[in-house]
């Protein structure tokens, strides 16, 4: 669009119809004075003054102030410190033991019990997984007493003799792994003794019948031993015999063990000596006329035979 003239006859703009003026358009009104700015940080020196206020726009530092410190006694907070570690691990193992008290006393049960069996024993028969036995061949006829010292559950009652025969096995009912059974029994003069156990050491004394052990690993021992015959195995464990009678046959056989036999001195015995590695020690004659045999066989083992 072109201009024109007004009526008065002046040019006017096209875009306004207006004269036009040497003034600039105010589209937003007139733009505020913004005050002057501090200096920023980073040019800020002591001594410089904010611009208008007269005051300085960062105080120029203090001196530090001396502190008098006091050495602090190291070992109080490692003192304090282990006092609390020990409490603790006093508590953790106070803890613990009672904990494990209480497993103990329902997992196992350990008793002693002692009784006695009537009849006419001939025989005793006794055979355990894991314990001591001690058999005693002085009591009066027709009773046996039995001590047992077993852990594991409740007890097994006490059996009765059977055709002259009184056997007796692990106390406890269920038997097995975890039942150990300690026995001392004593029964009449002459009853034949027979022992069988895994682990367990084995001790006989007085006048029995004949007498036969078997062990896994545990000592036998023929305390003042007066038997018609003794027949001793063991696999690991030593072997010590002190007879007071002649015996028809005493049969020692160990895998690794010492073995000891005592011998009456006016007693004669066939004897009979083998170890693969070990030292004899013969205390007594061999006379190979007598009907008493007296065998000693050890893989690894000393022998010693005394008269």
């Known amino acids: 669009m072109e201009g024109g003239r007004d009526q008065s ?32 940080p980073d040019d800020k020196v002591h001594g410089d003054e904010v611009p208008g206020t007269g005051r300085p726009a960062m105080p120029p530092p203090h001196a530090p102030t001396p502190v008098e410190l006091q050495d602090p006694d190291p070992d109080y907070p490692v003192r304090r410190r282990r006092r609390g570690v020990a409490w603790l691990a006093i508590a953790a193992l ?16 350990s008793e002693s ?86 682990a367990g050491d084995v001790e006989v004394r007085g006048q029995t019948g004949a007498v036969s052990v078997k062990t896994t690993s545990g000592d036998v021992t023929g305390n003042s031993l007066s038997a018609a015959s003794a027949d001793i195995t063991t696999t690991s464990g030593e072997v010590e015999l002190d007879t007071r009678s ?43 006329s007598s009907p008493r045999l007296l065998s000693v066989t050890t893989t690894s083992g000393d022998i010693t035979l005394e008269q």
């Open 113 to 198: 019990v002692r009784g006695s069996v009537t009849g006419d024993v001939r025989a005793l028969i006794v055979t355990t997984t894991s314990g001591d036995v001690d058999v005693r061949a002085d009591g009066e006829a027709g009773v046996v007493q039995v001590e047992r010292r077993f852990s594991g559950g409740p007890a097994e009652r006490l059996p009765a003799v059977d055709a002259g025969s009184l056997e007796l096995g692990n106390a406890c009912r269920q038997g097995g792994a975890g039942c150990d059974t300690d026995y001392t029994v004593t029964v009449p003069i002459g009853t034949a003794v027979t022992v069988r156990t895994a």
């Open 246 to 288: 002649a015996s028809s046959q005493l049969k020692v056989d160990t895998t690794s063990g010492d073995v000891d036999v005592t011998v009456p001195q006016d007693v004669p015995y066939r004897v009979r000596l083998e170890s693969t590695s070990g030292d004899y020690d013969q205390g007594i004659l061999d006379v190979p």
């Open 94 to 109: 106070g803890a613990g033991g009672i904990a494990t008290a209480a497993n103990a006393g329902s997992m196992f049960r």
């Open 9 to 40: 006859g002046g040019e006017t703009r096209p875009d306004t119809g207006r004269p036009p003026t040497d003034e600039q358009p105010q589209f937003f009104g007139r733009h505020p004075t913004l005050p002057p700015r501090p200096p920023v």
